[in-house]
């Protein structure tokens, strides 16, 4: 069982127990009763929040998402509490509880939560930069005085990564070193930085790590100013946006028919206040439908990378 797994075996264990518990109160006095055809429940247990759950990426996460958080709030009516995860497992492990209401996840978080019992629905893929469709890029970086240009470069050296469960920060990096004749079981040292902008400062420190990965928007105001060389990129798939099933129907509702497409000027339009948007839409500059089969690519990629310890 992987430290991942193991983690998360309790929240499971408490469900479990949570609902042998319902169970055995039995049924209402009148049976006859049927629910309301909005029923539905908030993770708070308050109908006036919504808990937005975001992946802890930077340092600057919640500000990255303060836009998009004020868009819920104004297409839904209600306040919008961020839950800001300690790291990729706690958002895991807060979507598996019912603790959110709406999150941004990455691609393997979602698939994660998922395999782990999250009961949560992707409709909307991120938008990034210039992109037309849902997907950002993972960047290979190293030191300027590393001497690596190729990523069988990297091959005896410590490695930055951002976390067990990061798409671009760990999930294709792997299948990336793999095709360069690279195991990143074996043939490196992995440092797990914890964000993307600590695993590219950590690379042009050069203390840590001689080179690593790290997402383009974190990486590519780095490569500009020198402080760390590009090696290679890969697209990977859009970040979903996901809400509970457990929201009533109308939020659920609303979510899709407003968030499912929508621009960074779509939203500004709308009320949303944003100081610089060109550099806001460089993180997050809309959204376009997605649904589960779109993740399919990652439980594909996960088949042909069984060394990658959260893909069992």
């Not at 998360?8 to 055995?24: E, I, R, S």
């Not at 099933?245 to 621009?263: G, M, R």
């Amino acid at each position: 069982m992987n430290r991942i797994s193991q983690r998360l075996l309790g929240v499971g264990t408490a469900a479990l127990l949570l609902a042998g518990l319902a169970a055995c109160a039995g049924t209402p006095a009148d049976s006859s009763e049927t629910p309301a055809a909005d029923a539905g429940t908030f993770a708070s247990g308050d109908d006036t929040k919504l808990v937005f759950g975001v992946v802890p990426d930077t340092e600057s996460t919640q500000n990255n998402w303060e836009p998009l958080g004020d868009y819920i709030s104004i297409i839904t009516g209600k306040d919008v509490e961020f839950f800001e995860a300690a790291d990729y497992t706690a958002l895991i492990e807060a979507a598996i509880a019912g603790k959110i209401d709406v999150a941004a996840f990455s691609g393997f978080t979602y698939y994660n939560a998922v395999k782990n019992g999250a009961e949560i629905t992707p409709f909307a893929g991120q938008l990034t930069g210039d992109l037309k469709d849902p997907g950002y890029y993972s960047v290979a970086l190293a030191n300027p005085s590393a001497g690596i240009s190729t990523l069988a470069d990297f091959k005896g050296k410590s490695i930055c990564f951002v976390s067990e469960t990061s798409t671009s920060g760990y999930l294709f990096p792997s299948k990336a070193l793999l095709e360069a004749g690279v195991d990143p079981a074996k043939d490196v040292t992995p440092v797990f930085a914890g964000k993307h902008d600590a695993s590219a400062e950590k690379i042009a420190a050069g203390t840590e790590c001689a080179a690593g990965f790290a997402e383009d928007a974190v990486a590519d105001p780095m490569i500009a100013d020198g402080k760390v060389v590009e090696i290679a990129r890969e697209l990977v798939p859009g970040a979903p946006i996901v809400y509970s099933n457990a929201l009533p129907q109308s939020i659920i509702d609303i979510l899709v028919d407003k968030l499912s497409e929508t621009t960074m000027d779509d939203m500004i339009a709308a009320g949303v206040v944003v100081a610089d948007p060109d550099a806001a839409k460089e993180w997050f500059a809309g959204t376009k439908p997605v649904d589960d089969s779109y993740y399919d690519q990652i439980r594909d990629l996960c088949k042909e990378l069984p060394s990658v310890e959260s893909c069992q």
